[in-house]
């Protein structure tokens, strides 16, 4: 028989799940919120599978509104992050614009 372990004793550990499995979320960060906005526009560019189904989906509105979300973010955050988390979402509004791009010009005959 296992023995518990007093609420006290438990504090900073991290929550466990089945068989010792970590079900604590990810950090909650600027530079992870970020990010999955951006993988999100990929995703809905069929650039990236999604991660539920593992199939390529095409969705440009929605690609649209999350680069329209990044580019938001910059705006209303600009002079107050710092120099990673800025490279960080010009990189991810470069790549999601460009994907875009791609998928909504029609190929060249």
Known sequence: MSEEKPPEETKGEEPQGPEGQDTSLPRADFAAHIYTIG??????????????TGKYERNL?????????????????KGNLSEDEEQLLETLLH???LAYLDESTPPKS
């Not at 993988?39 to 539920?52: D, R, S, T, V």
């Not at 979300?69 to 209303?76: E, F, Q, S, T, V």
Request: with cysteine; hydrophobic share 35%; glycine share 6%.
């Open 39 to 52: 993988m999100q526009a990929l995703i809905f560019c069929g650039k990236q599978p999604h991660p539920e």
């Open 61 to 77: 509105d929605l690609a649209r509104y999350q680069i329209d979300m990044l580019g938001i973010l910059r705006d209303k955050t």
């Open 95 to 97: 790549s999601c614009h």
